[in-house]
C-alpha cells in the first residue's frame, strides 16, 4: 500500500483544517487506518484510529470533539478533519494504515504515508 497524505498548512488557532490520505496499489478496505503525529523534539503521537469498515473510531484524549476520522472504502481514502486547532496541534501528521486491530501504537502499523505538516499559530 502507498499513501499519500495532504492536506496540512498553516492556520490561525481556532481554524480548521482537513487532511486526507489517498492509497494506491491496494484498496484500504482491508485495513484499519489511524492518523498520528509527531511534533519536532517529540515521539510520533496517535490521534485517531479507525476500523476498516468505518463503523468504529478512536481518539486521543487531547483531539477528542475537535477532530473527526471518516474514511471512504469505494474512493480508496481516509480523512481527518480538524477543527478548534490550537498551537499544541502543530506538527507533522501522518497516516497508516495496517492489519488491525487499529490502536494506539505505532507498531499496530505497517504502511505509512509521508506526513504533510501542520502549523498553528497564536
Known amino acids: 500500500v502507498q499513501l499519500q497524505a495532504s492536506g496540512g498548512g498553516f492556520v490561525q488557532a481556532g481554524g480548521s483544517l482537513r487532511l486526507s490520505c489517498k492509497a494506491s496499489?491496494?484498496?484500504?478496505?482491508?485495513?484499519?487506518m489511524g492518523w498520528f503525529r509527531q511534533a519536532p523534539g517529540k515521539e510520533r503521537d496517535f490521534v485517531a484510529g479507525i476500523s476498516r469498515s468505518g463503523g468504529s473510531t478512536d481518539y486521543a484524549e487531547s483531539v477528542k470533539g475537535r477532530f473527526t476520522i471518516s474514511r471512504d472504502n469505494a474512493e480508496n481514502t481516509m480523512t481527518l478533519q480538524m477543527s478548534s486547532l490550537k498551537p499544541e496541534d502543530t506538527a507533522v501528521y501522518y497516516c497508516a494504515a495496517g492489519p488491525g486491530p487499529y490502536g494506539s501504537s505505532w507498531l499496530d502499523y505497517e504502511y505509512w504515508g509521508q506526513g504533510t505538516q501542520v502549523t498553528v499559530s497564536s
Open positions: 496499489r491496494r484498496t484500504l478496505r482491508n485495513y484499519d
